[in-house]
């Protein structure tokens, strides 16, 4: 059974950093052939695209909103992908969901979430 496994949410001030984990298990293939993504959904608002890495490890489809303050990784040999967040603001605050696709089909996978709150 697939699991995505989200970590390193928390209460920051405005500035500061965070630093997203999403820890995949279960995949019957390769870790390195599913695209990966960071979704987050603040109250009231609908989920939004954070950002995606590919397979091959490009990133792409980041969200003007984040443009050079985020960035996404992954460690293939972890099977864990990586959300940096730098320069955060209060509209930052969002509930932050990984999201992982097969590269080959349609078939799709969802973490529980982990909160980020900025405030002074």
């Known amino acids: 059974q697939v699991q995505l496994v989200e970590s390193g949410g928390g209460l920051v001030q405005p500035g500061g950093s965070l630093r997203l984990s999403c820890a995949a298990s279960?995949?019957?293939?390769?870790?390195?052939?599913?695209?990966m993504s960071w979704y987050r959904q603040a109250p009231g608002k609908e989920r939004e695209l954070v950002g995606t890495?590919?397979?091959?490890?490009?990133?792409?489809n980041y969200a003007d909103s984040v443009k050079g303050r985020f960035t996404i990784s992954r460690d293939t040999s972890k099977n864990t992908v990586f959300l940096q967040m730098n320069n955060l603001k209060p509209d930052d605050t969002a509930v932050y969901y990984c999201?992982?696709?097969?590269?080959?089909?349609?078939?799709?996978?969802w973490g529980q979430g982990t909160q980020v709150t900025v405030s002074s």
């Open positions: 999201f992982g696709r097969e590269s080959w089909s349609s078939r799709t996978y």
């Open positions: 279960g995949f019957t293939l390769s870790f390195s052939l599913y695209h």
């Open positions: 890495i590919t397979s091959s490890g490009i990133t792409i």
